[in-house]
């Protein structure tokens, strides 16, 4: 498949799965847009032939077309995401539900309307999302979250349904618990590394990443759906019970 694809675009480009992610990618020889806000670990990325940076939030679709116009963009990995403040839903600060939306499930949905009618016409592409076992499973504490990824795994299962006979493949990636900066500033004290890593076997992004070219580098008739990534420690699923207190 990497004799047809030639240009990918990775979202949340500037560390853990993303880095890892525009890093494959260019070992396997595309050419890789990458997507992030800080300038500092962008320009470490374009340190790397075949590596270019744009520098705008994954929310401003119209500046990210306005970069890739008039280029053919064959992959899009849509891997930004954040996971705010972990709390109660009745604690959650409302501007937190507006981020996860828009950042989660909006900026998406926007790049691949953006980017999406280029591939259809040349009937040719790949659409690949980073989900999360929390948009598949209910967690405490993350009632904006879930909600987030469980609408970004409907909109993939509504692609596949639009994109019959197009050779576009839509891909949804879904992990578990992956080390990563994404609980960093969701968790007061900065407790992630304690609470969630040490003593623990996670998840690499260098792992997600290998998924993710394994699932674009087979043949265009074969549509990798949907991958569920779990540590071989980690669980999902079961329930708490609490006793009735008046």
């Known amino acids: 498949m990497f004799d047809t694809y030639r240009v990918a675009v990775v979202t949340g480009a500037t560390g853990g799965i993303g880095k890892a992610t525009v890093l494959e990618l260019r070992r396997r020889g595309l050419t890789v847009y990458a997507v992030g806000r800080s300038e500092a670990p962008l320009q470490e990325l374009a340190a790397t032939d075949g590596v270019i940076p744009i520098q705008v939030d ?64 040349r009937k040719r592409g790949h659409l690949l999302y980073v ?45 578990g618990r992956v080390q990563t900066d994404l609980y960093r500033t969701a968790m007061a004290g900065n407790q992630a590394r304690a609470l969630l890593y040490d003593g623990y076997r996670p998840i690499q992004p260098e792992n997600i990443a290998s998924i993710v070219v394994n699932a674009i580098e087979l043949p265009v008739f074969v549509d990798v759906a ?12 079961g329930g708490t019970m609490v006793k009735f207190q008046d």
């Open 58 to 121: 994954v929310r401003d679709t119209d500046t990210i077309a306005r970069a890739l116009a008039g280029i053919e963009v064959d992959v899009l990995v849509n891997n930004a995401g954040i996971l705010s403040t972990r709390a109660l839903f009745h604690e959650i600060d409302p501007a937190e539900i507006d981020a996860m939306i828009d950042v989660n499930l909006k900026a998406p949905m926007h790049l691949t309307r953006a980017l999406l009618p280029g591939m259809v016409e």
């Open 131 to 175: 989900g999360s076992s929390g948009g598949q499973a209910p967690y405490p504490n993350m009632g904006a979250y879930g909600p987030s990824k469980a609408g970004l795994s409907l909109f993939c299962d509504n692609l596949r349904c639009d994109l019959l006979g197009s050779s576009v493949r839509v891909t949804e990636v879904v992990p």
């Open 226 to 237: 949907r991958i569920e990534v779990f540590p071989t420690d980690q669980a999902t699923g």
